[in-house]
């Protein structure tokens, strides 16, 4: 009988994760979806663009949003088999309240572990094709900045024309064997600069092994200089930060490729940020589903859904801010990265390991 009251509440609980799944996907849509018409509304592109943009992008966003999915899921479990009076009956065959939050607990993790190494590789995918096809079109922006396999390319506006930076590395704050073009207004070639490496931690680029080459009426005059300073509305800093997007990136690429990742550029606070982020999905699943079980899994009557429904908007708002409190005293080094990182869940996890206890003496 056990066996059967089990499986029984392990196919809810799937169904219900199911549909608050699509719920938060249709959502997902229809907000994206105006975002890429707003991008693309004066560009000379079809409605199918968006969508298929649109299409691209979702599942990333689900992912990041996963743990709140699950607490809903979770919620909305337990308050559905507490109305319909299953839970009662399974009291009755001795499934107590701690048995069935082991049962969501366990389906909560699996399913943490599974959108790392199943679904996450093809939502990166996913993501770096969006990107790819975002920054096409986004070529008629003022400014821009790629990175792909030739290196860091940068278009930059200046007040008397244009400028265009292309360097094969980024390593340690430097610029490495980078060319620069100026153009003027009509986009003539001013001049072209060589340089062996250039220290962008500030606006004011400091340019080492200089070769300068002018061009005027035909003619280009070249010299060497030891460095030069240029000004850029570019720091390291904001240059990173442009083109590391967490989506782009499996939890296997950072378990396989990690150092492969330093080498091309990317900082060891962004990976370690990412990695830690993904790693400590499952457990994050694992805690709100606890928490969401000591909100509802308590007395057998009927539940208000009002109320839970204003109790656990005003938990994922609490929860939401706490991470990202988190995770800013982590980039400005109040705390170690790794333990901003799982703070909240910490914090989570020890709040309802209390509550817990007490919802299987009830």
Not at 159 to 179: A, M, V, Y
Not at 219 to 227: A, D, P, R, T, Y
Not at 245 to 251: H, P, R, V, W
Not at 276 to 283: D, R, T
Request: aromatic share 14%.
């Amino acid at each position: 009988m056990n066996k059967i009251l089990i499986k029984y509440l392990f196919n809810n609980y799937i169904k219900t994760f199911l549909k608050v799944f699509f719920i938060f996907y249709c959502f997902g849509i229809i907000l994206n979806l105006f975002e890429e018409i707003e991008f693309f509304k004066n560009l000379n592109t079809n409605f199918a663009t968006p969508i298929f943009l649109t299409i691209l992008n979702i599942p990333s966003m689900i992912i990041q949003l996963l743990p709140f999915i699950i607490f809903i899921t979770s919620m909305k479990f337990i308050i559905d088999i507490k109305n319909n009076k299953d839970l009662l009956t399974i009291k009755v065959f001795g499934i107590s309240n701690f048995k069935v939050f082991l049962l969501i607990s366990f389906i909560s993790f699996f399913i943490g572990w599974i959108s790392l190494f199943l679904l996450n590789p093809i939502t990166s995918s996913m993501s770096k094709y969006y990107e790819k096809i975002k920054a096409d079109y986004s070529r008629d922006i003022d400014h821009l900045v790629t990175f792909n396999n030739n290196g860091l390319w940068i278009k930059e506006n200046l007040t008397d024309g244009q400028r265009i930076i292309s360097s094969k590395e980024i390593k340690q704050k430097n610029l490495k064997d980078l060319t620069i073009f100026n153009f003027d207004k009509n986009y003539n070639l001013i001049n072209k600069i060589y340089s062996s490496s250039a220290n962008i931690e500030k606006n004011n680029w400091i340019l080492d092994d200089v070769v300068l080459v002018k061009f005027k009426d035909g003619v280009f005059n070249q010299s060497k200089l030891e460095n030069l300073e240029i000004e850029s509305i570019y720091t390291y800093e904001k240059i990173t930060s442009l083109y590391k997007n967490f989506d782009t990136l499996s939890f296997i690429d950072l378990l396989t490729n990690y150092q492969s990742l330093l080498d091309q550029g990317y900082s060891n606070v962004f990976l370690k940020q990412s990695f830690n982020n993904m790693l400590s999905m499952p457990f994050f699943l694992l805690t709100m589903t606890a928490l969401a079980s000591i909100l509802v899994l308590g007395k057998l009557t009927k539940s208000n859904n009002t109320r839970y429904i204003i109790v656990g908007l005003i938990s994922c708002i609490i929860i939401y801010y706490l991470k990202d409190l988190s995770i800013a005293l982590g980039k400005t080094n109040r705390i170690p990265l790794t333990l901003a990182t799982w703070m909240p869940i910490i914090i989570i996890g020890l709040f309802s390991s209390v509550g817990i206890l007490q919802i299987n003496e009830k």
